[in-house]
């Protein structure tokens, strides 16, 4: 199979206008993954499926990521002039990056044998913006797996054939497998309580009679 | 053990070839050997809940080989797996729709207490959050011994169960509840939580 680098150019050969980025995967797993923009997704999508070259014609498995919030501190030596002198004095910035949601496809070519290539989507943000397009219509097998996406993180999928919860139930306002994500609190025991656990249980003892109380009188 | 009879003129009596016996002997002989358990399983507890049906274990042995399908025609709920948040209401709904008299067996940790997925936002910490347990089975699963065992636990428990009397058994109090709330879907949890005239867990002293 050819390259990320070769694929992205044709991509870019066959649907004017998208943009594609490399996101690289410095890991063992070494799988680097493709970013597309949500305007051309669809068209990416088709053109993925049904190039003759690549055929990824099988999308094996579409996960969601959530990415918080998250500031980046740089440091940066910069000359200035103090005192008449001129220092090299280091000056640190910090840049506030938004948060997004990220929808992973793996996709895999039965009619070749080969693959995967991973394509990641990202929302505008983590609140009313969480929209990404469907690529149900392209894979048929990413059906569920967006469903689940929707429910677990929130992400919603425009031209989905039929956007519900999948896991949850239809009442529920949460989703679960956001970082941000708090459980209800309705523990009654729990054996060895270690970590976050730990003190999510204290809440829920009560405090053991002090001894001279204990003493039959 | 009849009320009212010595054990010993019980005993020579028997000798005599006359067998002298209570109704309430009877009557629990009779149920205690015939239980119906509910045909449903859960998750992978079923797994050896169906083992225990099977040849090899033969739950027949103790009178409870008719699963059935329909909660009317049950006697024992055998909580078999793991409650999600989402099947809980249906469980509850399942055992209020048996017949008195019916008794539950909660078995493995799941069902007892959430077990692996206690600290899950989608499992249920314990069925005995909403219904009545006769008996809890720990393990996970449970072998079918220890379903079997369970079994056996229960039939003593029934064979103990007084007709008549100041503490005779909950199904023959009219005031005793036999139906108990359906769980709501909430909008983070179940509405309620728990319910409080069947759950009261321990509380836990620590300094």
Known sequence: MEGLEQIKARIKAAVPGAKIDIVPNPSP????????????????????????????????????IDWLDRSVKKTVKVKKVVDGEEKEVVETTEEKLPGYLEAVYHLYSMAHKHGPVIIRMRTADRAENACLPSLTPVWRSAEFQEREIFDLYGVRFDGHPDLRRILMWDEFEDHPMRKDYREPNDYEYEPTPHDDVLEKAKGHYTSRPAEEELKPS | MSE????????????????????????????????????FGLACCAIEMIATAASRYDIARFGGEVFRPSPRQADLMIVA????????????????QMADPKYVIAMGACAISGGPFKQGYNVLKGIDRYIPVDVYIPGCPPRPEALLHAFMELQSKIDEQKLSGANKAAHLEPEEPSEFPVPEFGKHDL?????????RPPAIERA
Request: with cysteine; proline share 7%; aromatic share 8%.
């Open chain 1, 29 to 64: 797993a070494n799988q680097p993954s493709l970013v597309i923009d949500n305007e051309h997704a669809r068209d990416v999508a088709r053109f993925l499926c049904d190039d003759p070259a690549l055929r990824l014609d099988y999308c094996s498995n579409v996960t969601g």
């Open chain 2, 4 to 39: 009212g009879i010595d054990e010993g003129l019980r005993s020579k009596l028997q000798q005599q070839g006359v067998w002298v016996t209570s109704v309430q002997e009877l009557y629990n002989w009779g149920r205690k050997n015939s239980i119906w358990p509910l045909q």
């Open chain 2, 81 to 96: 797996g793991t409650v999600t948040k989402k099947m809980a209401p249906q469980i509850v709904r399942l055992y209020n």
């Open chain 2, 191 to 199: 509405e309620p939580p728990a319910n409080p005239n069947v759950f």
